[in-house]
């Protein structure tokens, strides 16, 4: 009798151990607020006078981390939140793309395999709805720019 | 200085494709081989050969009568060219924009690699450019940029005996479509200007955008909204994922989606 409750003590320490063990490796999960709702992104200055901005919602993008956006994160160490993605790229003129400094490029570029890594907004909807979805990867009066570009 | 622009009245086109020869001429462009597909319209799309189309589209008017709605497809010379922004970001001098005329022109020698799979439609609202896919290069409608430079007017409009292809500067072609639409309203309250503040080519059409083809202005349910008429509507994979199921007619679905 006293064999089998030690057994059955042993086993429970055990348990206790391990989960205890599991608590100690996994760190705390990093907290962010992200400003919810309609976010104008009116960065890029075209030929008119009009403005080419986009709505853009934290909020229906909460399925993704952080990270696969704001893709330099991993470099702060978790030691800052995450930046506009204006920060690093500040090139706003649509005619010149020239390097990762141009905001167009940065929401635009579709990758194609094998460079496929590390999506702009285009490049993102395309995978996710396809390029058939006009609503979501079109240009003009597009879910996107519903006001034409102009 | 606003550039230039067309003025195309489709109310006088009577399809003739004298432009569409006009244009394959002045760009010494050859012939395709080309097919019967139930239509006069030939060839049946856009391509790196064919820059300028006269799309027929049949549909029926208010009372039910049939009508032939004549469309001459070309590049629109966007005020913005999205074309433009996006081939650059590839290859940095791929499109240029004429500060004088506002044309927006392809750079013959850039060629993008067999990898690129760019398709019309993602760089164009209007699905005009077409891509050689054997030598990567895109072509499109120049404006007849050499023939500006001599002090002519594109080939297209030279060519058009029924007053339907218009040229000339910018305030001038706006001036001209307003006072053309006031006169069209008269008979036909639904007549409108596709897009004129966005494009360079203003089109005057007296019947719905979608019975002349599926882009004559730059609208994303354009498409959908043709298809949704021919045939039931689909799951999206996007309705699916978020737990809109459609169960009711297409049109319902229609709105429900609009509302999103």
């Not at chain 1, 800052?80 to 940065?106: I, M, Q, V, W």
């Not at chain 2, 070309?74 to 433009?84: A, M």
């Not at chain 2, 203003?202 to 354009?222: K, M, R, V």
Request: glycine share 6%.
């Amino acid at each position: 009798m006293t064999h089998r409750l030690f057994i059955l003590l042993a086993a429970a320490m055990l348990a206790l151990g391990l989960s205890m063990s599991v608590q100690a490796s996994d760190p705390e999960p990093m907290e962010f607020y992200a400003p919810e709702d309609e976010l104008w992104i009116n960065f890029i200055q075209g030929h008119s006078d009009k403005d080419l901005d986009v709505a853009f919602n934290h909020y229906s993008h909460e399925g993704y981390d952080c990270i696969e956006c704001h893709h330099r994160m991993g470099e702060l160490k978790g030691q800052a939140s995450p930046r506009s993605c204006s920060e690093c790229h500040d090139n706003y003129s649509p005619d010149d793309l020239a390097g990762y400094t141009s905001y167009f490029k940065a929401m635009h570029k579709i990758r194609f395999a094998p460079n496929a890594s590390r999506p702009s907004c285009l490049g993102c909807h395309t995978t996710e709805f396809g390029a058939e979805d006009k609503t979501m990867t079109g240009c003009a009066n597009s879910a996107c720019h519903p006001g034409g570009i102009r | 200085m606003n550039g230039k622009s067309f003025f195309v009245d489709l109310t006088l086109c009577t399809a003739c494709r004298g432009c569409q020869v006009a244009c394959k001429q002045w760009k010494d462009l050859p012939a395709e081989q080309t097919r019967n597909f139930g239509s006069h319209q030939n060839p049946a799309d856009l391509s790196h050969q064919t820059l300028r189309l006269v799309r027929f589209n049949e549909g029926r008017d208010k009372k039910g009568k049939l009508r032939w709605h004549f469309f001459p497809d070309q590049c629109r010379h966007c005020i913005e060219p999205p074309c433009k922004y996006m081939l650059n970001m590839y290859r940095h001098d791929a499109v240029t924009q004429d500060s004088a005329t506002g044309a927006v022109v392809y750079n013959e020698a850039v060629r993008l690699g067999k990898g690129n799979g760019l398709t019309p439609e993602q760089i164009c609202p209007y699905n005009v450019p077409r891509k050689n896919q054997e030598t990567g290069q895109w072509t499109k409608c120049d404006m007849c940029a050499d023939r500006l430079d001599m002090g002519l007017k594109p080939a297209c409009v030279t060519a058009c005996p029924t007053g339907t292809m218009n040229f000339g500067d910018r305030e001038a072609m706006l001036e001209l479509a307003e006072k053309r639409l006031a006169e069209v309203q008269k008979t036909r309250p639904d007549a409108f200007l596709a897009d004129p503040e966005s494009v360079r080519v203003i089109y005057l059409a007296d019947s719905q955008a979608q019975d002349f083809h599926t882009h004559l202005i730059a609208d994303a349910g354009q498409k959908a909204k043709i298809l949704a008429q021919a045939r039931p509507r689909k799951q999206s994979r996007r309705e699916f994922l978020t737990g809109r199921f459609s169960f009711g007619t297409p049109a319902e679905n229609k709105d429900a989606r609009r509302k999103i």
